[in-house]
Structures are given as structure tokens and as C-alpha cells.
């Protein structure tokens, strides 16, 4: 295997649906946040005892945590391709015009960078949308299900159902093709 | 043969009607509490009801609940837990409420109250009230956690998720104004 140069890298690495470290890492903050809080909510509305519930929270909490992060990084790898054909030529405008003073400087090489920065762009922007998007998507059918739907269930069961249920939801829904 | 029966049944009834009438006062007392939950520190109301079933007025009625209710344990905030009516008519009935305040939690045993009261001028008569038996006080912030309003919970809930919620979505509007969309004309 010979070694890829930079801009085979870069060029692999718009079109790769993993993420950059940054965006996992604030994946997995967000999902452990959304995973936790709910259960603040279920000692204090639904009155379970934090003694008697710790199995059921933490196996909600890891669930929850873990589809949660997956549906993001899905999400992330549908509207990161959308993105950068929506900010292309925004960015491009910018490398022009940054450049525009450097002769030096060949069409190329700027085609290099413009490429370069649109997929950090792109990256950054899907990372955050993606969030939202899931978030809320998360947080309604959570919300919902847990006080209205499933109010009347033994709170163990809403629990379960009303978390992993609505983040199994939005992973599933995550997944579609385009 | 029928008139016979109907007769009889006649004689029987006004019998029996005899037999359960008394011909003194005879009062008959209940003690209950009207709040649902006894909490400490809340006000908790309990009824006395006296019925006189007797057919003669019932002199120098007193009820004492005094033993019942210690003020190390109870604060006495409205009524009295000694009363005294000076006659109650037959067929009649009185009730007496009190508020109380249990000073601390846990589990209370409820006992009879002592009603005295005189059939003629000389015949004093004791009975007791029914008791409402062992009940549980609240300690308040159990209580506060059961039945008070749950904003504060959501309040909080809303708090811990909207940095990562809403400020992704700041973030993305950000950036989505520095690259607008460039709309390509086409100049012919």
C-alpha cells in the first residue's frame, strides 16, 4: 500500500462517513447528557427512589446514551453531503478572495484548499445540526411518551419504553438512505 | 287466618319497636379525621359527631380528647380538645371540630375519645368514641415530594439539556450566516 498524500486524504476524508474526534467527542457528551437527565425527571416526577432503580437507570442510561450517539453520527453523514453543496460556493468566494492577492499560487492549489475548507465547514455545521435535529427529535418523543403516553405505566417499565424506546426511535429513523 | 297473621306481624313489629327503643338518653359519638393526610407541621382537622339516639335530652355532655392529642407532639391550632355542651335533645346531633399540627413524622396511634354525659341529673354515663386507629404522618418533604407541583423538576431537566440542544443550533446559524447562499446568476 503506498502512502496517500495529503490531498488524497483530504479528498477521502470529505466523502468518509466517519467524523472528526472533535464532533465524536461532543456526540458522546451530548448523548450522556440526554441519557442522564431524563432519569432527574423520573426520580422526581414519576418518584423513583434512586436505591431501588439504579440497575433499570443505568441500563436506560447506556442504552440510550449508546443509540444516541449512533443516530448523530447517521445524521451527520446524511446532511454533511447536503451542506457542502449548500455552503460550496460561499466558500469558495472565501478562499478567492483570501488568495486573491497571491500570485504564487496556482488554480489548483486553490481548488485544494476550497476543498480542504469545505469539508471542515461542512463537518462542523453537520456536527452541530445533527445534535439539534436529534435532540429535539429525542426529547418530544421522550417528553411525550413518558408523561402522556405511557403516564399510567409502573415506572420502570415507562422508563424503559419512554428512553431506550425514543432513542431506538430516533436511531431507526437515522438510518435512512437519503 | 290472615287477619290472624297480619295481627301477629302487627304485634311483632311494635314489639320489636319497643324492645330497641331506650327510654334515656343514649348518645352514640364518632371521632374522625376529615384531612387525608396527616403531614408534620400542616394542619390536620378531625370531626366529633355526638348523636343523641335516645328519646330523653342528654344533660352536661362533654367531650375530652385531651390524652389523645400531647402537645410535645401536637400544636393545637384552632378548637378546643375539652367541650362541654349543657344539654344535646333527643334525636339530635352535634359536631365539634378541632385543627391540629403534628410537631413530627412517623407512625401515631389514634385512640377513642371519652364522652360523659348525664341521663337525669345523677346518672353519669361513659362511653367512647370509635378510634380511627394507627395512621402515618408525613414527614414534609415526602409529602412536598408526592404532591407538590413538579415545575421545579422540569425546570431543571430544561436547564441541564438546552446548552448542548439550543447552542449546537446557535452554532449552526452561525455558521450558516457566514457561508449564504450564493444564488448564480446567469448574465446573458
Given at each position: 500500500?503506498?502512502?496517500?498524500?495529503?490531498?488524497?486524504?483530504?479528498?477521502?476524508?470529505?466523502?468518509?462517513?466517519?467524523?472528526?474526534?472533535?464532533?465524536?467527542?461532543?456526540?458522546?457528551?451530548?448523548?450522556?447528557?440526554?441519557?442522564?437527565?431524563?432519569?432527574?425527571?423520573?426520580?422526581?416526577?414519576?418518584?423513583?427512589?434512586?436505591?431501588?432503580?439504579?440497575?433499570?437507570?443505568?441500563?436506560?442510561?447506556?442504552?440510550?446514551?449508546?443509540?444516541?450517539?449512533?443516530?448523530?453520527?447517521?445524521?451527520?453523514?446524511?446532511?454533511?453531503?447536503?451542506?457542502?453543496?449548500?455552503?460550496?460556493?460561499?466558500?469558495?468566494?472565501?478562499?478567492?478572495?483570501?488568495?486573491?492577492?497571491?500570485?504564487?499560487?496556482?488554480?489548483?492549489?486553490?481548488?485544494?484548499?476550497?476543498?480542504?475548507?469545505?469539508?471542515?465547514?461542512?463537518?462542523?455545521?453537520?456536527?452541530?445540526?445533527?445534535?439539534?435535529?436529534?435532540?429535539?427529535?429525542?426529547?418530544?418523543?421522550?417528553?411525550?411518551?413518558?408523561?402522556?403516553?405511557?403516564?399510567?405505566?409502573?415506572?420502570?417499565?415507562?422508563?424503559?419504553?419512554?428512553?431506550?424506546?425514543?432513542?431506538?426511535?430516533?436511531?431507526?429513523?437515522?438510518?435512512?438512505?437519503? | 287466618m290472615r287477619f290472624l297473621l297480619i295481627a301477629?306481624?302487627?304485634?311483632?313489629?311494635?314489639?320489636?319497636?319497643?324492645?330497641?327503643?331506650?327510654?334515656?338518653?343514649?348518645?352514640?359519638?364518632?371521632?374522625?379525621?376529615?384531612?387525608?393526610?396527616?403531614?408534620?407541621?400542616?394542619?390536620?382537622?378531625?370531626?366529633?359527631?355526638?348523636?343523641?339516639?335516645?328519646?330523653?335530652?342528654?344533660?352536661?355532655?362533654?367531650?375530652?380528647?385531651?390524652?389523645?392529642?400531647?402537645?410535645?407532639?401536637?400544636?393545637?391550632?384552632?378548637?378546643?380538645?375539652?367541650?362541654?355542651?349543657?344539654?344535646?335533645?333527643?334525636?339530635?346531633?352535634?359536631?365539634?371540630?378541632?385543627?391540629?399540627?403534628?410537631?413530627?413524622?412517623?407512625?401515631?396511634?389514634?385512640?377513642?375519645?371519652?364522652?360523659?354525659?348525664?341521663?337525669?341529673?345523677?346518672?353519669?354515663?361513659?362511653?367512647?368514641?370509635?378510634?380511627?386507629?394507627?395512621?402515618?404522618?408525613?414527614?414534609?418533604?415526602?409529602?412536598?415530594?408526592?404532591?407538590?407541583?413538579?415545575?421545579?423538576?422540569?425546570?431543571?431537566?430544561?436547564?441541564?439539556?438546552?446548552?448542548?440542544?439550543?447552542?449546537?443550533?446557535?452554532?449552526?446559524?452561525?455558521?450558516?450566516?457566514?457561508?449564504?447562499?450564493?444564488?448564480?446568476?446567469?448574465?446573458?
Amino acid at each position: 500500500m503506498g502512502k496517500l498524500t495529503k490531498e488524497e486524504e483530504v479528498l477521502l476524508s470529505s466523502y468518509s462517513a466517519s467524523s472528526s474526534t472533535k464532533g465524536t467527542f461532543f456526540f458522546y457528551v451530548n448523548a450522556l447528557i440526554l441519557s442522564v437527565a431524563p432519569l432527574y425527571l423520573f426520580y422526581g416526577v414519576h418518584q423513583m427512589e434512586v436505591s431501588d432503580s439504579l440497575i433499570v437507570w443505568t441500563v436506560s442510561a447506556v442504552a440510550t446514551a449508546y443509540l444516541l450517539a449512533l443516530a448523530c453520527k447517521n445524521q451527520k453523514r446524511l446532511l454533511k453531503h447536503q451542506i457542502v453543496m449548500k455552503r460550496g460556493p460561499a466558500v469558495d468566494r472565501e478562499i478567492n478572495a483570501k488568495y486573491a492577492n497571491d500570485k504564487k499560487m496556482t488554480i489548483k492549489e486553490k481548488e485544494e484548499r476550497a476543498l480542504f475548507r469545505k469539508n471542515e465547514v461542512a463537518d462542523t455545521e453537520s456536527t452541530y445540526l445533527s445534535i439539534f435535529y436529534t435532540n429535539t427529535l429525542y426529547l418530544s418523543v421522550m417528553l411525550g411518551s413518558a408523561f402522556f403516553l405511557l403516564a399510567n405505566l409502573a415506572p420502570v417499565f415507562n422508563l424503559l419504553l419512554s428512553t431506550a424506546g425514543s432513542a431506538a426511535l430516533v436511531a431507526f429513523l437515522s438510518t435512512a438512505k437519503n | 287466618m290472615r287477619f290472624l297473621l297480619i295481627a301477629l306481624l302487627a304485634v311483632a313489629i311494635n314489639g320489636a319497636d319497643v324492645g330497641t327503643q331506650t327510654k334515656d338518653a343514649f348518645i352514640l359519638a364518632h371521632k374522625q379525621p376529615l384531612s387525608t393526610y396527616a403531614v408534620e407541621n400542616m394542619d390536620f382537622v378531625l370531626e366529633y359527631g355526638l348523636y343523641n339516639v335516645g328519646d330523653k335530652a342528654a344533660q352536661k355532655v362533654t367531650i375530652d380528647d385531651r390524652h389523645s392529642f400531647p402537645t410535645n407532639s401536637f400544636e393545637i391550632i384552632k378548637g378546643l380538645l375539652h367541650v362541654h355542651y349543657e344539654k344535646i335533645p333527643a334525636g339530635t346531633n352535634v359536631t365539634h371540630s378541632v385543627v391540629i399540627r403534628p410537631r413530627a413524622y412517623g407512625f401515631f396511634n389514634y385512640t377513642a375519645a371519652q364522652v360523659t354525659y348525664y341521663t337525669d341529673n345523677e346518672n353519669l354515663h361513659v362511653t367512647l368514641t370509635n378510634t380511627p386507629g394507627e395512621g402515618y404522618i408525613y414527614k414534609q418533604r415526602e409529602y412536598d415530594r408526592r404532591f407538590a407541583p413538579k415545575y421545579g423538576y422540569f425546570f431543571v431537566f430544561f436547564l441541564v439539556v438546552a446548552p448542548t440542544t439550543l447552542g449546537s443550533f446557535f452554532l449552526f446559524q452561525q455558521s450558516k450566516a457566514r457561508f449564504p447562499n450564493i444564488v448564480k446568476k446567469k448574465t446573458a
